[in-house]
């Protein structure tokens, strides 16, 4: 387990934390490039209950884009800077930062819980993943702020 940073940390803490065996393969085997980050980046990230990244995430296309914009690149060489400079990374480093996201999810919830079925309860609750909150940001959000827009515009 050479993978693991933090000594408090199992295999088994981490398997439970992230509800499959994919990540454990991926991080046993310190697999460099995740498809789903790179194709579904916001959606991915708010999946795996990764709101830190995701606001990092935003916050760094809101930079570029009017970095973008005001260099007056025109929209396919955006498109195509965007993909190179956010999700490329992204794609990259995204297994090895949810690992530390989840050993220091983990850590904290062994240090405030000592007994084990709680700790097994909470990590579990604290990872996996999450229809509800991207469903949410990506459909629920824009349909009210265009509601919100429509009404106060008439």
Known sequence: MDYIKNPIVTE???????????????????????WGAFWLNVIFLLYRKMYLAFFVYLAATVFFTIIFQN???????FE?????????????????IYLRHAEKKIEKIIKANSDEKLQEYHIAKAGGTSFFIPF????????CLTLLYVNLFR
Do not use: C, M
């Open 12 to 34: 088994e803490h981490l398997q439970k934390f992230a509800s499959n065996d994919y990540y454990l393969e991926a991080w046993r085997k310190k697999r460099k490039w995740n």
């Open 71 to 77: 260099l007056n690149i025109n929209r396919i060489g």
């Open 80 to 96: 195509l800077l965007f993909v190179l400079l956010l999700n490329v990374p992204l794609a990259f480093f995204i297994d090895d």
């Open 136 to 143: 949410t940001v990506l459909f629920v959000v824009p349909i």
